[in-house]
């Protein structure tokens, strides 16, 4: 039976327009074993986006009860502070997040970028030029962002996130820029790459083939998040 890395339990997320409260998670549960992968797909607006900020403690629900890698974030809790620096060190050490946008370092170059977040999870930097070469990139590693192209970006992004060796992956659209050569190949690579180290990989995609590679499927426009 596979361990559960994460469990959310009637999770809900509403802002505010207008002065009237726009729901956009509401009563939401699911799970997701170690290893496993899960796709979010759903129109624009249908709460996949702040559904990855919950999950990596970016935002912080109205309700529900989220239990990530062993350690559990009741909604409405009094220890704001405790909360805030409990989800830190989860994204520190044990959650990697991928943006659409790559969010590199642009003052460091590519092998910098993720020597650096090797160091700051605490692991060893000593195979972050190996990753850059596993995505392919390793004669750009001592380019800097401004110097590569988009897709080249985006894998320099999964290299930070794999040297990290993280328990769990979120990905924000993590081929939405890409053409779909390149885009075909990063995702080969992520999903090949998830698999050999067994962690965790929730995507929000609107891609269909993306969504398609992920063993479970959620749709949070069906589910009529908003």
Same mark, same amino acid.
């Given at each position: 039976?596979?361990?559960?890395?994460?469990?959310?339990?009637?999770?809900?997320?509403?802002?505010?327009?207008?002065?009237?409260?726009?729901?956009?998670?509401?009563?939401?549960?699911?799970?997701?074993?170690?290893?496993?992968?899960?796709?979010?797909?759903?129109?624009?607006?249908?709460?996949?986006?702040?559904?990855?900020?919950?999950?990596?403690?970016?935002?912080?629900?109205?309700?529900?009860?989220?239990?990530? %890698?062993?350690?559990?974030?009741?909604?409405?809790?009094?220890?704001?502070?405790?909360?805030?620096?409990?989800?830190?060190?989860?994204?520190?050490?044990?959650?990697?997040?991928?943006?659409?946008?790559?969010?590199?370092?642009?003052?460091?170059?590519?092998?910098?970028?993720?020597?650096?977040?090797?160091?700051?999870?605490?692991?060893?930097?000593?195979?972050?030029?190996?990753?850059?070469?596993?995505?392919?990139?390793?004669?750009?590693?001592?380019?800097?962002?401004?110097?590569?192209?988009?897709?080249?970006?985006?894998?320099?992004?999964?290299?930070?996130?794999?040297?990290?060796?993280?328990?769990?992956?979120?990905?924000?659209?993590?081929?939405?820029?890409?053409?779909? %050569?390149?885009?075909?190949?990063?995702?080969?690579?992520?999903?090949?790459?998830?698999?050999?180290?067994?962690?965790?990989?929730?995507?929000?995609? %609107?891609?269909?083939?993306?969504?398609?590679?992920?063993?479970?499927?959620?749709?949070?426009? %069906?589910?009529?998040?908003?």
């Amino acid at each position: 039976m596979t361990e559960s890395l994460l469990a959310v339990r009637g999770l809900s997320k509403h802002f505010v327009s207008g002065n009237e409260p726009v729901p956009v998670i509401e009563k939401l549960s699911f799970t997701l074993g170690q290893g496993q992968s899960l796709a979010l797909t759903g129109r624009s607006g249908s709460g996949k986006s702040t559904l990855l900020n919950l999950l990596c403690g970016l935002e912080l629900a109205d309700t529900g009860t989220i239990v990530m %890698h062993g350690q559990v974030f009741e909604a409405g809790g009094t220890a704001v502070l405790r909360t805030a620096k409990a989800w830190s060190a989860l994204r520190r050490q044990h959650i990697g997040v991928v943006f659409q946008d790559a969010n590199l370092m642009p003052a460091l170059s590519l092998l910098e970028n993720v020597r650096f977040r090797a160091q700051l999870a605490g692991r060893d930097p000593a195979n972050s030029e190996d990753w850059l070469t596993r995505l392919d990139i390793g004669e750009l590693a001592h380019r800097y962002p401004d110097q590569v192209s988009g897709g080249q970006r985006q894998r320099a992004a999964l290299a930070m996130v794999f040297a990290m060796e993280p328990a769990l992956i979120l990905a924000d659209e993590p081929t939405g820029s890409l053409d779909r %050569h390149t885009s075909d190949d990063v995702t080969r690579v992520l999903f090949d790459l998830q698999a050999r180290h067994g962690c965790g990989l929730i995507l929000a995609t %609107h891609d269909s083939e993306l969504a398609a590679g992920c063993q479970q499927h959620l749709d949070l426009g %069906h589910l009529n998040a908003i």
